[in-house]
């Protein structure tokens, strides 16, 4: 959704975030390691003012060569 896309650019990282029918969000961040970490705590403690953070879990986390999207949006 917006507030996470606008924390995104804010951070610096890239790739994409969506609403799964089970209730939860799925997606993906790239970018350098200490931005990733600020995002990853940001979707941890804060998100979306509407919504409420039970539980996060992130997973496949790997060094990349290249970042595979250029900026960040919210499928649907």
């Known amino acids: 959704n917006q507030y996470t896309e606008e924390e995104a650019r ?3 990282v890239v790739g994409w975030v969506k609403n799964t ?7 993906q961040v790239q970018g350098p390691e200490d931005k990733v970490n600020a995002m990853k705590s940001w979707l941890t403690k804060v998100g979306s003012p509407s919504s409420r953070i039970d539980r996060t879990n992130f997973s496949n986390e790997k060094e990349i060569s290249k970042l595979d999207f250029s900026g960040f949006s919210t499928r649907y």
Do not use: A, E, N
């Open 10 to 12: 804010k951070l610096g």
């Open 21 to 27: 029918s089970q209730g939860t969000v799925t997606g």
